[in-house]
């Protein structure tokens, strides 16, 4: 048999058990998170994401904070520093993700970035 052929012989079976209800297919559902920036006091920290596990995800740190404030990009257990002027992109696959935020100085409060989560969960 060609591989036309077989490819279309199981395109079919997979339809007609879609379409019979015997097989359901997953309804996919994307959602969008915006971590606002955030106004730090000197020498303060705090969670901006709670540990969460993600199906599927992109995480988008704009790079648009303040120099001194450090973020602390847990992915899995493996951590990341980026400083709020640093821009990275991360994706995630089955795997768990926390942000802190410390502001470094000791004389001024300082501001965090902004971090955007694309997800997706079936």
């Known amino acids: 048999m060609s591989k036309e052929l077989v490819s279309g012989v199981a395109g079919g079976l997979v339809g007609g058990l879609v379409v019979s209800g015997l ?3 997953p309804a996919i559902r994307p959602s969008k ?11 303060e920290s705090v969670t901006l994401k709670p540990q969460t596990t993600y199906k599927f995800a992109i995480v988008l ?34 795997q768990t993700l926390e942000i802190t935020a410390t502001n470094t100085s000791t004389v001024e409060s300082k501001s965090t970035m902004t971090i955007e989560i694309l997800s997706q969960a079936w």
């Open 61 to 94: 740190l704009h790079g648009d904070g303040d120099l001194e404030v450090k973020h602390t990009v847990t992915v899995n257990g493996v951590t990341t520093e980026l400083m709020g002027d640093e821009q990275a992109i991360e994706l995630l696959a089955n």
């Open 23 to 25: 097989m359901k297919v």
């Open 33 to 43: 998170e915006v971590v606002e920036k955030k106004l730090l006091n000197a020498g």
